[in-house]
């Protein structure tokens, strides 16, 4: 396989880097059409992609029972010097790991209460929810529609394919299952991709990120996530000792209307029979006294169980620090035009070379394989 001016790339089956270089130069008009093919929907794509703004909160959660690692001495603090959390992997955290925090904000009911936030967006007068912005805001950029049918072609064609418009959510069953509308579902799938959540496993520290279009939104948004999320770990964390309170309170509340009622029983009858002496009056104000004395002890023991279970939810609540709280941001955080233009330039130059050697090596092969046919016919 020879040109003009050139070495063979390809010599008894051996690859020749001095041709190869060779090669590259005597094509290299290919290889500036598509880089420069690239390099224009680069431009497209950096410049017609919306700006969008980045706004982050990073948090404290409360950390180990101090009493519970003071116990652990210096195995703590050299555990804590090799990245080991010594107090997670004992249980004595008063909350939940940190690395459970990025699942959290997946979650549906997380999503599904974040989307219900109403927020003010600069298009609209009023306030709307994050469910009813996103079903709005319906058109694409021309970034988007040149990503699509550009490097996203193969899953822009598999979602025109298989994507359906249907509405789930009007299906009824019993079946203990979620069945969400498409209309929610791509609101969810928004909501998703704009929220993350990073975890420090050795400092303990959480940084929650928020992506807007516009530097107010993103800050609102990420300080609602955080509370949104101290809200569901401070629920995940106090779920049993608030069902026990719930259980105590219940059962106080039965006791203390049983006590009363027995109370006023008891005194009634001590008033009606101050001065009646009679066996049978003694036999029934002891068993009023008994039941009564029964009801004051329940009463007591259950006010003293109540307490203890309102101390307990205090003590398993978690706390927060914040360290940085939302901030309104000035500089867009997307798109990285010079990113993008490098990608589309180091993109473009491999396809150039990609054309190049394979038309090559395409060719060699064609006359490998017809010279050894002609090789056959003559024998």
Same mark, same amino acid.
């Not at 001095?18 to 290299?28: E, H, V």
């Not at 224009?40 to 431009?43: E, F, N, S």
């Given at each position: 396989m020879n040109?003009?001016?050139q070495d063979?790339?390809?010599k008894?089956d051996n690859?020749n880097i001095?041709?190869?270089?060779?090669?590259?130069?005597?094509?290299?008009i290919?290889?500036y059409?598509t880089?420069?093919?690239f390099l224009?929907?680069?431009?497209i794509?950096?410049?017609?992609?919306?700006?969008k703004?980045s706004?982050?909160v990073?948090?404290?959660?409360s950390v180990?029972n101090?009493?519970?690692?003071?116990?652990?001495?210096a195995?703590?603090?050299?555990?804590s010097m090799a990245?080991?959390?010594?107090?997670?992997?004992?249980g004595?955290t008063?909350?939940i790991?940190?690395?459970?925090y990025?699942?959290?904000?997946k979650?549906?009911?997380?999503?599904?209460e974040?989307?219900n936030?109403?927020f003010?967006?600069?298009?609209?007068k *009023?306030?709307?929810t994050m469910q009813e912005?996103?079903?709005s805001?319906?058109?694409?950029s021309?970034?988007?529609?040149i $990503?699509?049918?550009?490097?996203?072609?193969?899953?822009t064609?598999?979602d025109?394919?298989?994507s359906s418009?249907e509405?789930f959510g009007?299906?009824n069953n019993d079946y203990?299952?979620l069945?969400i509308s498409?209309?929610?579902?791509n609101a $969810?799938?928004?909501?998703?991709s704009?929220?993350q959540?990073?975890s420090?496993?050795?400092?303990?520290?959480?940084t929650?990120?928020a992506?807007?279009?516009?530097?107010?939104?993103?800050? *609102?948004f990420a300080?609602e996530a955080?509370d949104?999320?101290?809200?569901?770990?401070?629920e995940?964390?106090?779920?049993?000792?608030?069902?026990?309170?719930?259980?105590i309170?219940k059962?106080?509340? *039965?006791k203390k209307s049983?006590?009363?009622?027995?109370?006023?029983?008891?005194?009634?009858?001590k008033?009606?029979h101050r001065?009646v002496?009679?066996?049978?009056?003694d036999i029934?104000?002891?068993?009023l006294?008994? *039941?009564?004395d029964?009801?004051?002890s329940?009463?007591?023991?259950?006010a003293?169980q109540?307490?203890?279970?309102?101390?307990?939810?205090?003590?398993e609540?978690?706390?927060f620090?914040?360290?940085?709280?939302?901030?309104?941001?000035?500089e867009?955080?997307?798109?990285?035009r010079?990113l993008i233009l490098v990608?589309?330039v180091? $993109?473009g130059?491999?396809?150039g070379l990609?054309i190049?050697f394979?038309?090559l090596f395409l060719?060699?092969?064609?006359e490998?394989?017809k010279s050894?046919d002609?090789l056959?016919?003559e024998?």
């Open positions: 040109f003009s001016n063979p790339i390809i008894d690859i001095i041709g190869i270089l060779k090669t590259i130069w005597i094509k290299r290919t290889i059409y880089i420069g093919s224009i929907i680069g431009l794509w950096a410049f017609a992609s919306p700006v703004y706004a982050s990073t948090l404290l959660p180990e101090q009493s519970s690692m003071s116990n652990l001495g195995l703590a603090g050299m555990a990245g080991l959390n010594l107090g997670g992997m004992m004595n008063s909350g790991p940190t690395e459970i990025p699942e959290v904000i979650s549906y009911p997380f999503l599904s974040f989307l936030l109403k003010n967006f600069s298009e609209y *009023e306030p709307l912005y996103v079903n805001d319906t058109i694409k021309v970034g988007d529609i $990503l699509a049918y550009t490097i996203r072609l193969p899953w064609i598999k025109n394919l298989f418009n509405n009007t299906i203990g299952v069945n498409f209309e929610e579902f $969810l799938m928004v909501a998703q704009m929220l959540v990073e420090d496993i050795q400092t303990g520290l959480v929650v990120r992506e807007a279009k516009e530097p107010l939104l993103a800050a *609102e300080k955080v949104l999320l101290q809200k569901y770990i401070i995940f964390k106090t779920k049993q000792v608030r069902e026990n309170l719930d259980f309170q059962s106080y509340d *039965e049983d006590y009363k009622k027995l109370r006023d029983k008891f005194l009634q009858y008033d009606r001065n002496v009679s066996e049978r009056i029934e104000f002891q068993q006294n008994d *039941e009564y029964i009801a004051v329940m009463y007591k023991s259950l003293q109540l307490e203890q279970a309102k101390i307990s939810v205090k003590e609540t978690p706390a620090s914040v360290i940085e709280p939302a901030i309104v941001p000035y867009k955080s997307s798109p990285n010079k990608f589309c180091l $993109l130059g491999m396809i990609g190049i394979g038309n060719k060699h092969f064609i490998k394989w050894s002609e056959f016919f024998k």
